[in-house]
């Protein structure tokens, strides 16, 4: 009995906790799947008091019995990589045993970061914000059919096709003003080469195909949000890989028609790291009230998270993208304790009220709210609050998909799984 694939995403500007779920609902899957992306991401998983932030690595990798795939679609930087993994096995896991990548996948270079550094200093007061991890350069060579892929690396001529590609990049770095000292990462970064090809390499689309073919549960997870997305997120101030669940058929090979659920992960408010427009931004003291009580600074760069209201809007904007069948909540309890909450329930544009998001969401969109009663302490052990409750329905009567997952706490046992009434939807 063939299966099929469910995909779990990011249904706004990404860090929503997309790791927390699939470490929670992981124990009903054989295969965790990263389709996009790269290190830019940064997903957290806390449980037995301890933290751990993976970047490359699934967020499947410490549950017993469960394969992790790194797909095509994602990007991989063998340092970073490599990092993952010393400290995967300091927590106790042999990620070797655990582990596929697959060849199709293309590698970050040192000159790749450079050039992601060299293209933002450029821009200035323009720049998209970009974590610098060389995402952009990286998924530029993919496209522009020059890329280095993981399946390179059992090529004989390999280190000849890393340096046609260096000799490029040094051109193109001498276009820019600044200077960029990325020859004293080469040889790190060269080491980290020769022990990731001890990992194990796959024709990824073949073996997805095959555990799929022999009834086998798999879960794409994605990285980044809907709105990051490289051609429906608020372009240019996006990341370049396709974030939406269509980013899981081409990330890994998958035909449309073998896609099952999709389950959007969203905050209970809204942040977005990195620069571009948020319309329902909180520049006052409720969003350093929010940042503070939810912890709100990236987790692969540490910068503050601009932090606002629930866009109901762009929410279902990504529901519609998606294709979302259930919806995630998350970070609830940070909320907690607030008299009232705010809700954007529709854009003024041009002075004409919309639900739907614009091409343009710079400056010239008027976010008109909703307020509704907020609610007190949260518990995993009672029922949720009425004034939660009502939140909850507030967003499944916009978005008609229910929540059926509520994050009360970023602990894996801080998690409640809700049946949504059906008089909402
Ligand atoms: P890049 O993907 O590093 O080039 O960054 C492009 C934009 O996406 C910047 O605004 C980043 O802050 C944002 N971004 C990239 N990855 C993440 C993520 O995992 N979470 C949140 N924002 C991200």
């Given amino acids: 009995m063939t299966t099929r694939v469910d995909v779990l995403l990011g249904a706004q500007w990404g860090d929503e906790g997309k790791g927390k779920v699939v470490d929670v609902i992981t124990p009903g899957y054989s295969v965790i799947a990263r389709f996009q992306g790269g290190p830019n991401a940064g997903h957290t998983l806390i449980f037995d008091g301890k933290k751990h932030v993976l970047h490359t690595i699934p967020s499947g990798i410490f549950r017993e019995g469960v394969m992790n795939l790194v797909g095509n679609g994602v990007v991989i930087d063998p340092v970073i990589f490599l990092r993952e993994v010393d400290a995967l096995a300091k927590a106790g896991v042999d990620v070797r045993d655990r582990l596929l990548i697959g060849r199709r996948a293309h590698l970050i270079l040192p000159t790749h970061r450079a050039l992601d550094a060299a293209s933002e200093a450029d821009q200035g007061k323009e720049k998209i914000g970009s974590t610098l991890k ?13 890329g280095f892929r993981i399946g390179d690396l059992e090529r004989a001529d390999m280190k000849d096709r890393y340096q046609v590609l260096v000799r490029k990049h040094e051109r193109l770095l001498g276009l820019y003003n600044e200077a960029f000292d990325w020859k004293q990462h080469e040889a790190e970064w060269l080491d980290a080469l020769e022990r990731l090809k001890t990992y194990r ?3 990824s689309e073949h073996w997805l195909d095959e555990q799929l073919n022999a009834g086998k549960k798999v879960l794409a997870e994605g990285a980044q949000g809907t709105l990051l997305d490289i051609d429906f997120g608020t372009y240019p101030f996006v990341t370049s890989s396709n974030t939406i669940s269509a980013g899981a058929c081409t990330g890994l090979g998958v035909a449309p028609s073998r896609i099952g659920r999709v389950i959007g992960i969203f905050k209970a408010y809204c942040t977005r790291v990195g620069s571009g427009p948020f319309p329902t931004e909180l520049l ?4 350093e009230q929010i940042r503070q009580a939810g912890r709100e600074f990236g987790s692969t760069t540490g910068r503050p998270r601009r932090c606002g209201w629930l866009d109901l809007p762009a929410l279902k904007y990504a529901v519609m993208i998606n ?26 544009v041009n002075g004409q009220l919309t639900d ?16 509704v009663p907020g609610w007190g302490e949260l518990s995993v052990n009672e029922a949720l609050p009425n004034g939660l409750e009502a939140y909850i329905r507030t967003i499944e009567a916009a978005t008609r998909v229910p929540v059926k997952l509520v994050s009360l706490g970023p602990d894996r046992a801080e998690t409640l799984m809700r049946e949504a009434a059906a008089a909402t939807l």
């Fill in 201 to 203: 390499f796959v024709d």
């Fill in 134 to 146: 060389g995402i952009g350069p990286t998924y530029m060579d993919k496209t522009g059919r020059n």
């Fill in 356 to 371: 739907r998001l614009p091409y343009d969401i710079t400056g010239t969109v008027e976010p008109v709210y909703t307020t």
């Fill in 323 to 348: 294709g979302v069948s259930e919806l995630a909540m998350m970070k609830a309890d940070v909320l907690s304790g607030m008299e009232t909450i705010r809700v954007c329930t529709h854009y003024r």
């Fill in 284 to 287: 006052e003291e409720t969003g």
